[in-house]
C-alpha cells in the first residue's frame, strides 16, 4: 500500500509543470557549461568541464539550488489534501497513517531524485557533443557520476526534503514551509562566512547541511590533475557529515509522523465560514431583514470631484457581506 | 445497525455541536434534517471516524467506531459535505487510486470496480478529463462513485444535493434509493424533498440535539389537524407573524400562503390544511426556537 500511495505521488509530480522546467533549465546549465567555450559553470583554472571535482560541485550547487523545488513537492505532498478539501475523503478509507505519510514522502522524493538526475545526464550528454572543444574535456568516468549523485546529491535532497516535509506537517503552511527554506538559505550563507575560523573548521565541516565544507576541505590541497580525476575518501569529516545529516532526515521524518494527525482537527476554516454564515439567517424568513434595510444609493459622475474636495470617494461601495 | 448513543461534541473554543445524540439507525435510506449549522455534519464526521466525539458511543454492527475506527473505515464510503479535488488528475486515475486506498488490491478487480461505477454515475464519457474541470453535479457524482467502491455496508452522504440542478439531483437520489435497499445510507440535508422522497426513518435536528425522530408517514400524521393555511397580501404578513406561529410563507399568484402552526382552529379565515414533512419540519424548527 505504501508503494501504491508512493507511486501515485510520483505520477501525481509528474505532471507539475515546475518539474519539467526545473529539469530542463538544470539540463541545459550543466549540458550547455560541457560545450560552450564562455559558458562555464566554476571559475578555477586548469579543471576540466566534466573534471571530478567539477561533477561534485555541480551537484552540491544543483542540490541546493532544488531546496525551492522540492519543499514545494514534499510540503504539497502533506498539505494538498488539507488544501483542496479532499481531505477527507482520503482519511476515511481504511489506509493507515504510516502508509499516507511514507507513501506520500516517497514519492515526492523520489521526483526530486529524478530531476537530479540532470546533472550526470547533462554532463554525460554535453561532453559527448561534436562541436564540445576536446581540450576542455577528461574521459568519462561513471564513478564520479555515482558518487556524486549518491553521496552529495541524493543525501542532501534527503535532508532538506525531510527537513521541510516535517515543517509543512507542522505548520500546514505553504507560506510558512518556504519562510522556513528562505531562513535555512539565509544563516547557510550568513554563518559560512561568519564562522570561517581555522579552529572550527572540522565543526563546520560535518554540521553544515550540503557537504559543501567537507568536499572543499578534502580537496584543498590537491592539484589540478588530482581535482580533475580523483574523488575524495568517503572518511572524516565528510562521512560524519553524512551520516549526521541521514540522522537527521531519519528524526524529521520520525517527527513528521508523531505530528501528522490522521483524525480530524474539526470543520476547516471554510466549513466553519459557511456555517457562521448560515446561521446568522433565520430559517423561514431568509429575505425579511434585507426587505426593510435601507442600502446607500450609488452616485453617478461627480466621484472624481467629490473625492478631491473631500479627500475620499463620494460613494463608497456598498459593503458585501 | 447503527447505534448512537450520548454522543456529545464540545469544540475547543466551547460551542457544543453535539447535545446528547441518541439514534438508531436502521438498513435503509435515513434522513437527518436540519438547518445548517444544526450539528448534521459534525455528527456525520463523527460516524465517519474523522472526529473524536467528546463522549459518548457509536457502534455499528458489533464495531466500537470510536475504538476501532480502522475497522469501520473498512465497510464506509463517505461523501463529505463540499469537498475539493486535486488539480491534474482525471476521473479515472483518481478513482482507481481511491480504489487502492480501498483495498481493492487485483488489477482486475479494481477495473471493474471503476469502469462499472463511472457508468453507473453517468461520468463514463468524460473519464479522462480532470477533475477540476468538472462542474458541481459531475464532481458530485465522482464523490458518490468513490464513495460506493468496495460495497460499503454504511454510506454516509452530507448534503449531497447542495448545488445540484433538478435534473442532477433527480438521477443522483434514484442512484442512491437503488444502493439504499440493503445498506446502510445516512443522508444529511437542509432540502426536505430529499427526505420525504426517499428515506424511510428521518431525524430533525436542531442546535446539536435531535428534535424528533420516525417515519416520515407517522410524523405527518402527528401534526395532523394542526395545520392551518390562509392566503393573504403582503401587508396583512407582519400581522399574521405576531399573532400566529407562523410555519412558512410562500408566494402563489402574487399573493402570500401562510401556514401557521395551532392547536385549535385559529379561525379568522383559515383553514385547515393536510400537513406536509415541510410543515412538520417547520413546525419543529419553530418549536426548538419557541424552547430557546
Known amino acids: 500500500m505504501l508503494i501504491q500511495i508512493a507511486r501515485f505521488e510520483f505520477r501525481y509530480l509528474l505532471r507539475n509543470s515546475l518539474l519539467w522546467l526545473t529539469f530542463a533549465f538544470t539540463f541545459a546549465m550543466v549540458f550547455f557549461s560541457m560545450n560552450i567555450q564562455d559558458w562555464e559553470l566554476g571559475s578555477e583554472g586548469g579543471l576540466v568541464r566534466n573534471a571530478a571535482y567539477a561533477t561534485l560541485r555541480n551537484t552540491l550547487m544543483v542540490s541546493l539550488m532544488f531546496m525551492f523545488v522540492t519543499t514545494s513537492f514534499v510540503a504539497n505532498a502533506v498539505i494538498r489534501d488539507d488544501e483542496t478539501g479532499y481531505g477527507p475523503i482520503i482519511r476515511s478509507t481504511p489506509i493507515t497513517k504510516r502508509e499516507y505519510i511514507f507513501g506520500r514522502f516517497l514519492g515526492a522524493f523520489a521526483v526530486a531524485a529524478v530531476c537530479m538526475l540532470a546533472v550526470p545526464l547533462g554532463t554525460l550528454l554535453g561532453s559527448a557533443m561534436p562541436w564540445a572543444d576536446p581540450a576542455n574535456l577528461g574521459p568519462t568516468r561513471i564513478t564520479d557520476h555515482l558518487y556524486a549523485y549518491f553521496v552529495i546529491g541524493l543525501p542532501n535532497l534527503l535532508a532538506h526534503s525531510?527537513?521541510?516535509?516535517?515543517?509543512?506537517?507542522?505548520?500546514?503552511?505553504?507560506?510558512?514551509?518556504?519562510?522556513?527554506?528562505?531562513?535555512?538559505?539565509a544563516a547557510f550563507f550568513s554563518l559560512d562566512g561568519a564562522l570561517d575560523r581555522p579552529h572550527l573548521q572540522t565543526a563546520i565541516a560535518v554540521a553544515e547541511?550540503?557537504?559543501?565544507?567537507?568536499?572543499?576541505?578534502?580537496?584543498?590541497?590537491?592539484?589540478?590533475?588530482?581535482?580533475?580525476?580523483?574523488?575524495?575518501?568517503l572518511t572524516g569529516a565528510l562521512l560524519y557529515n553524512r551520516l549526521l545529516w541521514l540522522g537527521v532526515s531519519l528524526l524529521c521524518l520520525g517527527i513528521a509522523y508523531a505530528v501528522y494527525r490522521f483524525a480530524d482537527r474539526g470543520m476547516s476554516k471554510r466549513e466553519r465560514k459557511q456555517q457562521k454564515l448560515a446561521q446568522?439567517?433565520?430559517?423561514?424568513?431568509?429575505?425579511?431583514?434585507?426587505?426593510?434595510?435601507?442600502?446607500?444609493?450609488?452616485?453617478?459622475?461627480?466621484?472624481?470631484?467629490?473625492?478631491?474636495?473631500?479627500?475620499?470617494?463620494?460613494?463608497?461601495?456598498?459593503?458585501r457581506c | 445497525m447503527l447505534e448512537l448513543r450520548d454522543v456529545s461534541h464540545v469544540y475547543p473554543k466551547g460551542t457544543r455541536a453535539l447535545d446528547h445524540v441518541s439514534l438508531s439507525i436502521p438498513r435503509g435510506m435515513y434522513g437527518l434534517l436540519g438547518p445548517n449549522g444544526a450539528g448534521k455534519s459534525t455528527l456525520m464526521r463523527t460516524i465517519a471516524t474523522?472526529?473524536?466525539?467528546?463522549?459518548?458511543?457509536?457502534?455499528?454492527?458489533?464495531?466500537?467506531?470510536?475504538?476501532?475506527?480502522?475497522?469501520?473505515?473498512?465497510?464506509?464510503?463517505?461523501?463529505?459535505?463540499?469537498?475539493?479535488?486535486?488539480?491534474?488528475?482525471?476521473?479515472?486515475?483518481?478513482?482507481?487510486?481511491?480504489?487502492?486506498l480501498k483495498g481493492i488490491a487485483s488489477p482486475a478487480d479494481r477495473k471493474t470496480t471503476v469502469e462499472t461505477l463511472l457508468q453507473q454515475v453517468n461520468l463514463w464519457t468524460v473519464r479522462k478529463k480532470n477533475l477540476s474541470g468538472f462542474s458541481g453535479g459531475m464532481r458530485q457524482r465522482f464523490g458518490i462513485a468513490q464513495a460506493l467502491i468496495g460495497n460499503p455496508e454504511l454510506i454516509i452522504v452530507d448534503e449531497p444535493t447542495a448545488g445540484l440542478d433538478p435534473e442532477e439531483r433527480h438521477r443522483f437520489l434514484n442512484l442512491l434509493a437503488e444502493i439504499g435497499e440493503n445498506v446502510v445510507v445516512i443522508l444529511s440535508?437542509?432540502?426536505?424533498?430529499?427526505?420525504?422522497?426517499?428515506?424511510?426513518?428521518?431525524?430533525?435536528?436542531?442546535?446539536?440535539?435531535?428534535?424528533?425522530?420516525?417515519?416520515?408517514?407517522?410524523?405527518?400524521?402527528?401534526?395532523?389537524?394542526?395545520?392551518?393555511?390562509?392566503?393573504?397580501?403582503?401587508?396583512?404578513?407582519?400581522?399574521?407573524?405576531?399573532?400566529?406561529?407562523?410555519?412558512?410563507?410562500?408566494?402563489?399568484?402574487?399573493?402570500?400562503?401562510?401556514?401557521?402552526?395551532?392547536?385549535?382552529?385559529?379561525?379568522?379565515?383559515?383553514?385547515?390544511?393536510?400537513?406536509g414533512l415541510q410543515d412538520v419540519y417547520f413546525s419543529t424548527l419553530a418549536q426548538s426556537r419557541r424552547a430557546a
Open chain 1, 162 to 185: 525531510a527537513i521541510f516535509f516535517a515543517l509543512a506537517t507542522i505548520t500546514r503552511s505553504m507560506m510558512a514551509t518556504y519562510l522556513g527554506v528562505i531562513s535555512l538559505v
Open chain 1, 209 to 233: 547541511p550540503f557537504a559543501a565544507r567537507a568536499v572543499k576541505d578534502a580537496v584543498r590541497y590537491w592539484t589540478i590533475p588530482e581535482r580533475n580525476t580523483l574523488l575524495p575518501d
Open chain 1, 280 to 319: 446568522r439567517q433565520p430559517v423561514d424568513a431568509p429575505f425579511a431583514a434585507a426587505a426593510t434595510a435601507v442600502l446607500p444609493a450609488p452616485r453617478h459622475g461627480s466621484r472624481w470631484r467629490g473625492a478631491v474636495w473631500r479627500g475620499r470617494p463620494a460613494s463608497s461601495p456598498p459593503r
Open chain 2, 50 to 100: 474523522l472526529q473524536t466525539p467528546s463522549e459518548g458511543t457509536v457502534l455499528f454492527g458489533d464495531i466500537d467506531v470510536i475504538r476501532e475506527p480502522e475497522k469501520l473505515r473498512r465497510t464506509l464510503g463517505y461523501l463529505p459535505q463540499d469537498f475539493g479535488v486535486y488539480p491534474r488528475v482525471s476521473a479515472y486515475d483518481m478513482l482507481d487510486h481511491m480504489a487502492v
Open chain 2, 189 to 275: 440535508t437542509h432540502i426536505v424533498e430529499d427526505v420525504s422522497d426517499l428515506c424511510h426513518r428521518m431525524a430533525v435536528m436542531t442546535d446539536g440535539r435531535v428534535q424528533l425522530e420516525g417515519s416520515p408517514q407517522t410524523l405527518i400524521q402527528s401534526t395532523r389537524g394542526r395545520i392551518w393555511m390562509k392566503v393573504v397580501d403582503r401587508a396583512e404578513l407582519a400581522r399574521v407573524r405576531e399573532q400566529y406561529e407562523v410555519l412558512s410563507t410562500r408566494l402563489f399568484a402574487g399573493r402570500t400562503v401562510v401556514h401557521v402552526l395551532s392547536d385549535r382552529d385559529p379561525g379568522n379565515g383559515f383553514t385547515s390544511v393536510d400537513a
